[in-house]
């Protein structure tokens, strides 16, 4: 059981690439979001899915996009990237009753120049 | 709508010490409250949860809270710091038990001097 995992660990961009982030949970998950973490503003959440097929905004969403094929995979997609998305991205996932606490998973580091 | 406040984006102790970390939260609705930490270079841990079971809640690692409605706050401490605690913690509510689409605080790293 490998939780919720995250690939590439590290990434540098530049301006206009685009790039998917990879997020995967083995937990049978149902709920599956996206955040990012930048220095003294916590951790912001940028989409979220309820489902597979199921997908919305949240608090940042303007530049991400997502989509959820299967239960347990929920990419996150950068389509040109820009210096403010420059972040620690975060992939977190949640089950529903006994087992509803969200985890998280380890991060991705993203520099766009 | 929901918020949280971290008050101290820095706190200082010393092994033994008592570690009190500050949290306030804003909410329209009935709030589920969370404490996560993050050690370096590593995703979000959960500390732990206030579900309205009970007001003080006790986590992992020795840390408890304690939940006040007419304070709105949900203050984490601990009664003595160990090295092994230095890192960001971080205050969380949500509509939800499980945490789904928080609202994180700002967080607080704590150092603890030997």
């Known amino acids: 059981n490998a939780g919720v995992t995250q690939t590439p660990k590290f990434q540098v961009l530049k301006t206009g690439q685009s790039m998917t982030l990879q997020c995967a949970q083995d937990?049978?998950?149902?709920?599956m979001s996206w955040y990012r973490q930048d220095p003294g503003m916590g951790l912001r959440l940028i989409h979220y899915s309820v489902g597979a097929g199921i997908t919305d905004q949240g608090e940042v969403p303007n530049g991400y996009n997502v989509s959820r094929s299967t239960t347990e995979d929920f990419p996150l997609r950068l389509l040109s990237a820009a210096p403010s998305q420059t972040s620690v991205y975060f992939c977190?996932?949640?089950?529903?009753?006994?087992?509803?606490?969200?985890?998280f998973g380890p991060g991705t580091r993203l520099t766009v120049l | 709508a929901q918020s949280v406040t971290q008050l101290g984006s820095h706190v200082s102790v010393s092994e033994g010490a008592l570690v009190l970390l500050r949290c306030n939260y804003s909410s329209s609705v009935p709030p589920y409250l969370f404490w996560y930490v993050q050690y370096p270079n590593q995703g979000l841990q959960l500390l732990l949860k206030y579900t309205s079971a009970a007001t003080l809640v006790k986590g992992i690692n020795g840390f408890e809270a304690e939940f006040k409605k007419s304070e709105t706050s949900f203050h984490l401490t601990k009664p003595s710091a160990h090295m092994s605690d230095a890192a960001e913690y971080f205050c969380a509510v949500s509509k939800n038990t499980g945490g789904f689409k928080t609202i994180f605080g700002a967080g607080t790293r704590l150092f603890v001097k030997a």
């Open positions: 937990m049978n998950h149902e709920y």
């Open positions: 977190a996932s949640r089950g529903t009753g006994a087992t509803d606490t969200q985890y």
